[in-house]
């Protein structure tokens, strides 16, 4: 038996086929473009989430050799916080919101009025900020009135693939827990908050433990065997702190990927009195994290990579990976250069 990991991220996606010991048995990676239609925005289309997944879900199983029907089941990892609205069917009404897109501050700033930091903070884990997926909903409904009436959901990264692989508009509690929406400490969404932002909580899809038996893929566009079963994942930090050990109290993880992210596990909901630190549900049903970070570090190199360093990236020979050229090149400035 083999099992299979879907990892969505900001700048591409992957998808691996593992074996039970967690031996890599293929794998295979594609790039996806964001757009910047203004200073202060970032899409993506999610379209090309679906067609860009479908590649290396297909590659993945080839390269593994392993029979699609020896899969008995997949689950999915993804950037959290971007927001897409979709109709009945999944299908794509605008453009996704990425995480970080910063158009809302004005809504940003008529949550700080409506309803107040504190209350957000002591709900939701989560400070008010453009970051999160609330302030994108209320958005589309202040901005894009039209499209918000027409929306049936409005999905995370991970909801819509799942969708795609299965037909369900289901998410799980970690990445509800980064919308702004959800109680993280009774697990639920917050309906107080939901009435006095007026964002209609039916738009949202039902939320689940991670780790959760969803269905079977109903989708034939993939090389997947039909009878695969779908499991809720969670978002790419908690995945990655679960994927290290962080299962038990006084243990932390520091990743770095387009941000960099510290967390550490919580038994429990914490808040911290300067809210400093943020508290989202950890891929671990029951247990909770407290989380730091910042938003730009390898989307700053990636950024360089496309727009400055042309001269290195025309030197790639034999495979070579740029970033490789890029850091070679920098290890020869001095330190505080």
Same mark, same amino acid.
């Given at each position: 038996?083999?099992?299979?990991?879907?990892?969505?991220?900001?700048?591409?996606?992957?998808?691996?086929?593992?074996?039970?010991?967690?031996?890599?048995?293929?794998?295979?990676?594609?790039?996806?473009?964001?757009?910047?239609?203004?200073?202060?925005? &970032?899409?993506?289309?999610?379209?090309?989430?679906?067609?860009?997944?479908?590649?290396? =879900?297909?590659? %993945? =199983?080839?390269?593994?050799?392993? %029979?699609?029907?020896?899969?008995?089941?997949?689950?999915?990892?993804?950037?959290?916080?971007?927001?897409?609205?979709?109709?009945?069917?999944?299908?794509?009404?605008?453009?996704?919101?990425?995480?970080?897109?910063?158009?809302?501050?004005?809504?940003?700033?008529?949550?700080?009025?409506?309803?107040?930091?504190?209350?957000?903070?002591?709900?939701?884990?989560?400070?008010?900020?453009?970051?999160?997926?609330?302030?994108?909903?209320?958005?589309?409904?202040?901005?894009?009135?039209?499209?918000?009436?027409?929306?049936?959901?409005?999905?995370?990264?991970?909801?819509? !693939?799942?969708?795609?692989?299965?037909?369900?508009?289901?998410?799980?509690?970690?990445?509800?827990?980064?919308?702004?929406?959800?109680?993280?400490?009774?697990?639920?969404?917050?309906?107080?908050?939901?009435?006095?932002?007026?964002?209609?909580?039916?738009?949202?899809?039902?939320?689940?433990?991670?780790?959760?038996?969803?269905?079977?893929?109903?989708?034939?566009?993939?090389?997947?065997?039909?009878?695969?079963?779908?499991?809720?994942?969670?978002?790419?930090?908690?995945?990655?702190?679960?994927?290290?050990?962080?299962?038990?109290?006084?243990?932390?993880?520091?990743?770095?990927?387009?941000?960099?992210?510290?967390? %550490?596990?919580?038994?429990?909901?914490?808040?911290?009195?300067?809210?400093?630190?943020?508290?989202?549900?950890?891929?671990?049903?029951?247990?909770?994290?407290?989380?730091?970070? !910042?938003?730009?570090?390898?989307? &700053?190199?990636?950024?360089?990579?496309?727009?400055?360093?042309?001269?290195?990236?025309?030197? &790639?020979?034999?495979?070579?990976?740029?970033?490789?050229?890029?850091?070679?090149?920098?290890?020869?400035?001095?330190?505080?250069?």
């Amino acid at each position: 038996m083999f099992i299979a990991a879907l990892d969505l991220g900001t700048t591409g996606c992957r998808t691996f086929i593992f074996d039970l010991a967690g031996n890599i048995m293929g794998s295979d990676y594609e790039e996806w473009k964001s757009f910047y239609p203004t200073p202060s925005s &970032v899409e993506q289309d999610a379209n090309a989430w679906w067609s860009s997944i479908k590649k290396t =879900i297909d590659a %993945a =199983i080839k390269k593994s050799g392993v %029979a699609p029907n020896e899969i008995v089941s997949l689950s999915v990892t993804n950037q959290r916080e971007t927001i897409v609205p979709v109709d009945k069917e999944g299908n794509p009404l605008h453009n996704a919101l990425v995480w970080q897109d910063r158009r809302t501050t004005e809504q940003v700033e008529f949550i700080e009025e409506k309803i107040g930091l504190d209350k957000i903070y002591q709900t939701t884990g989560l400070t008010i900020d453009p970051y999160f997926s609330a302030t994108k909903i209320l958005w589309f409904k202040q901005e894009k009135p039209a499209i918000y009436e027409k929306t049936h959901k409005f999905l995370l990264v991970s909801d819509f !693939i799942i969708n795609k692989l299965t037909g369900k508009f289901v998410t799980d509690f970690s990445n509800a827990s980064r919308t702004m929406l959800f109680d993280i400490k009774n697990l639920r969404y917050s309906e107080d908050i939901a009435s006095e932002l007026e964002i209609d909580l039916d738009k949202m899809p039902e939320a689940v433990e991670s780790g959760v038996d969803i269905g079977e893929i109903n989708c034939a566009e993939t090389y997947f065997d039909l009878k695969t079963l779908v499991i809720t994942g969670a978002g790419d930090q908690q995945s990655a702190a679960l994927g290290v050990g962080v299962t038990a109290p006084g243990e932390i993880k520091c990743t770095t990927g387009t941000g960099s992210f510290i967390l %550490a596990y919580l038994e429990e909901p914490k808040f911290d009195p300067q809210k400093r630190v943020l508290c989202s549900c950890h891929a671990v049903p029951g247990t909770w994290v407290q989380e730091a970070s !910042i938003f730009t570090s390898g989307a &700053v190199l990636r950024w360089f990579r496309d727009e400055i360093a042309h001269e290195e990236c025309s030197r &790639v020979e034999n495979g070579q990976d740029p970033y490789d050229i890029i850091t070679a090149e920098a290890e020869k400035s001095p330190i505080g250069a």
